[in-house]
């Protein structure tokens, strides 16, 4: 697609025109990929092009940014070819934005708030999420099609993948029924880690999320009547409330049982009192280092140069981490102890499976596959490719998408991670910057994965106070619920809606405000598989955004569609558009 200069009105390549020459292509695949290299490597139209660099340093604020006021930005297609530096400082940019996101499931699911794991472990955790994200958002950019079939894999567009926060709650609700039962230990009401429960949580996964590569080949227009904008908005809203909580924990301090302040032990002060400058849960110190982070992001934002503003959460995390360091609250030993380099199955743990977890992830499956479709579709949008219609282009897209993240996350899974789905986070950046070449993509690709063969970058995450974390993440979360709202404001809201939407956000809210309120509602102590059966639905109980869905899909199913205008139930009789993707980050817009 053309670049369009602001100020002359004219069309102009963002390098200059390169075609490899007849000899070369005739010579093969081989001579034209070096002839590609010398042009990039060997020219100043290949290494800088005609892009304004200066713009994207150039911070919000006047007068600096005056010369950018009304500047129309360029628009950079799917396949178009974009100089090296571009591809270099773009890519980087689509790192840091999802890097927040990337590292923040292993943190929790294996932290405190999990299966409890040691440092050193959760460290290869997070470096193992990094690699795979890098390694799996290269497949999904590339896309291929499956041999003699007309099904895909992969979207062909900056679709890049990360550990899906939908499991989040149920892996957090899975490992607090392993200690209340006793099946992970805990010495004087200190847990201790549990490995074995990790192994069998990511067995179970990798078998599950089968099922989702199955349902992946449904075709997109009949899963989205399925699961319409009326569920996946409040499936979103209740995730994102339920992780708010333990983003709010950490920020307070952490979210272990020095929660309680207990007058003496191990968790006195929080995290621990072995732990870098311990305080009490909520101390000043705490909630001060976890609003650098949060007023970073804000300053980011108001004021930041488009290079950095979509990595907002990024730039926040490492401001913290500045003053953590500068104010003691890092030990830097697990730091030093990390190894230079690490990768994949460094660490291991025994498979099993676990029919208890069978339901709540099939409830999983269906949530980030639904999902997956929305930021497929609101990346093709920011992308160029055409929304509207029947379009073949556009199915074909998002089959390969979900059909990807099915088949990433069981080999995720097999990879000791958690399952893996399409980020919207980069949704920002493409309509940022407006370059949605593929070839920035493959760049993001490469630092996701440098950044996870550096171990050290993981220890120095793990490292991190609970309370600057919690900053990050609480923030994070909360774009979440924000996207479940503006999927809501897509629906009518006449009085069907609006009675689906109260009953099933009455039980959701129960779980999210009182999480036991139903905790004794089966029996325990049973035995058999029976005592599976009912481990299964408390964890389904447990977990507000399964129970939203179930009963959001049910209801949506048995009550007849209006035929009359807004009954007036719960208020007025205003409606939305029914408009706009699925789900994800609110799409931007792109100047031809």
């Not at 010398?38 to 304004?52: A, M, Q």
């Not at 319409?228 to 409330?241: A, E, F, K, Q, S």
């Not at 509207?388 to 996350?409: E, F, K």
């Not at 048995?558 to 029914?578: A, K, M, S, Y």
Request: one cysteine or more; a neutral charge; aromatic letters at 10%.
């Amino acid at each position: 697609m053309a670049v369009i200069d602001a100020k002359a009105g004219v069309a102009n390549s963002p390098v200059a025109s390169y075609v490899p020459t007849e000899e070369s292509v005739e010579k093969g695949w081989f001579v034209a990929a070096w002839e590609e290299i010398k042009f990039l490597f060997t020219t100043r139209e290949g290494l800088l092009g005609n892009y304004d660099y200066a713009w994207l340093l150039t911070p919000d604020i006047p007068p600096f940014n005056r010369k950018y006021k009304d500047r129309v930005k360029p628009f950079y297609g799917i396949d178009e070819r974009i100089p090296l530096l571009l591809t270099i400082l773009l890519g980087l940019q689509h790192s840091l934005a999802m890097m927040g996101g990337v590292v923040t499931p292993p943190l929790l699911i294996a932290g405190a708030s999990g299966a409890n794991l040691d440092a050193e472990t959760i460290s290869y955790l997070v470096s193992a999420s990094l690699i795979l994200s890098g390694v799996f958002s290269f497949f999904q950019i590339v896309r291929f099609k499956v041999f003699n079939t007309g099904f895909y894999i992969g979207t062909g567009m900056i679709s890049v993948v990360g550990e899906a926060f939908a499991v989040v709650p149920i892996a957090q609700a899975y490992f607090s029924r392993q200690y209340e039962n006793g099946h992970c230990s805990s010495v004087n009401g200190v847990k201790q880690p549990c490995p074995d429960a990790y192994g069998t949580f990511i067995g179970t996964v990798a078998v599950v999320m089968l099922f989702q590569v199955l349902i992946s080949l449904i075709k997109p227009r009949t899963l989205m009547k399925i699961f319409p904008n009326l569920v996946t908005g409040m499936v979103l809203l209740c995730i994102g409330g339920g992780l708010v909580a333990s983003g709010v924990k950490s920020w307070a301090g952490g979210s272990g049982p020095c929660m309680a302040r207990p007058e003496s032990g191990l968790f006195k002060l929080c995290p621990n009192i072995k732990a870098p400058e311990p305080r009490p849960w909520g101390d000043p110190s705490f909630i001060g280092l976890g609003f650098s982070v949060y007023a970073t992001i804000l300053l980011v934002e108001l004021f930041g140069a488009p290079l950095i503003r979509s990595c907002s959460v990024a730039v926040g995390l490492l401001v913290g981490a500045i003053i953590s360091a500068a104010t003691g609250f890092i030990d830097s030993k697990n730091i030093t102890a990390a190894p230079s380099g690490t990768f994949v199955w460094v660490k291991t743990f025994p498979l099993s499976v676990d029919g208890s977890l069978v339901l709540p992830l099939l409830a999983c499956c269906i949530t980030t596959l639904v999902s997956c479709l929305g930021d497929v579709i609101a990346t093709a949008e920011v992308s160029g490719i055409d929304i509207v219609g029947n379009s073949g282009n556009l199915d074909t897209r998002v089959q390969g998408g979900l059909t990807a993240d099915g088949i990433w996350s069981v080999l995720a899974a097999l990879g000791t991670c958690t399952p893996l789905v399409c980020f919207a986070q980069n949704n920002g950046v493409i309509a940022l910057t407006g370059c949605a070449s593929r070839r920035a993509g493959y760049a993001c690709c490469f630092f996701l994965l440098l950044a996870g063969i550096a171990s050290k970058f993981g220890a120095s995450i793990v490292a991190l106070p609970p309370s600057v974390i919690g900053g990050m993440t609480t923030f994070l979360f909360t774009t979440i619920v924000v996207s479940g709202l503006r999927i809501l404001s897509t629906v009518t809201w006449n009085r069907r809606n609006r009675f689906i939407i109260t009953a099933a956000l009455t039980l959701g809210l129960a779980d999210l405000i009182v999480p036991d309120w139903l905790l004794h509602l089966l029996p325990t102590g049973k035995g058999g598989s029976l005592q599976g059966f009912y481990d299964g639905v408390s964890v389904v109980i447990k977990t507000a955004y399964c129970l939203v869905a179930i009963v959001g899909v049910l209801l949506n199913w048995i009550v007849p569609e209006e035929n009359v205008g807004d009954g007036g139930f719960l208020g007025g009789g205003e409606t939305g558009d029914r408009g706009g993707a699925v789900a994800g980050s609110e799409p931007g817009r792109k100047v031809d």
